[in-house]
């Protein structure tokens, strides 16, 4: 069965510079959500869409900005890197808001 | 708001069962339960819709107390498998109806040992 794709697995970038992350869910799911993890943290919850449309926004700053296109792919923009930045970043897709979310394998981003 | 897990940490011999709890200060719409290794995504459990709803499959179920916005993960004669994070993750909602925010606990780490 297809699963949520994110690109790259790994990304290794510098202070300032851009980043941009790329999610693929299931097909036929129309919520995405963005999480950011880092070591020994939970997962924490950035922003999501629903059917194109920003539905929530968690803890994201000022500096990342996301979107959801026509073709329900989803992109997050990461601009003016800072150290702590460096995480794991999870996308998430579901069917609506009643069933179970499945995670991508994550982008593992380094600031240097 | 993010939902409390307890306890924080977990050491069992196989075999041994464990519980986690999830508690949340606001109304909630759905549980999800989710185990993660490290360095992997989240994999999902369960969810639970309903209050009062139990759902299992194997030796690892939950249940859902909506009116005390708590559930709880029943882990049954561990294996060495089950190690690992488990965080629980609620959908805040009211009236049959989600906010569509789905936000975690800080996870409870299990260590399962022969």
């Known amino acids: 069965a297809a699963g949520v794709i994110q690109s790259p697995r790994h990304l290794i970038k510098e202070k300032r510079e851009t980043a941009t992350l790329k999610c693929y869910p299931i097909p036929r799911h129309d919520t995405v959500y963005w999480y950011q993890q880092g070591p020994g943290q939970d997962p924490q919850f950035l922003i999501s869409f629903y059917e194109k449309m920003q539905s929530d926004k968690g803890s994201i700053p000022d500096r990342f900005s996301a979107q959801q296109f026509s073709d329900y792919h989803s992109e997050l923009n990461m601009s003016s890197l800072e150290l702590g930045d460096s995480a794991l970043y999870f996308c998430?897709?579901?069917?609506?808001?009643?069933?179970?979310?499945?995670f991508g394998q994550g982008t593992r981003l380094t600031v240097v | 708001q993010q939902p409390v897990q307890s306890p924080q940490a977990v050491i069992l011999r196989e075999g041994e069962d464990a519980v986690i709890n999830c508690s949340s200060s606001k109304a909630l719409y759905s549980v999800h339960w989710y185990r993660q290794k490290h360095g992997e995504a989240p994999v999902f459990l369960m969810i639970?819709?309903?209050?009062?709803e139990q759902k299992g499959h194997d030796k690892i179920s939950a249940s859902f107390n909506e009116k005390k916005q708590q559930s709880s993960l029943y882990l049954t004669a561990s294996q060495l498998s089950y190690s690992g994070t488990y965080f629980c993750?609620?959908?805040?909602?009211?009236?049959?109806?989600?906010?569509?925010?789905?936000?975690f606990g800080q996870g409870t780490i299990l260590t399962v040992h022969p």
């Open positions: 639970l819709l309903k209050g009062g």
């Open positions: 998430a897709s579901s069917r609506t808001g009643r069933d179970e979310a499945f």
């Open positions: 993750g609620t959908e805040l909602g009211a009236g049959g109806t989600s906010y569509g925010k789905l936000t």
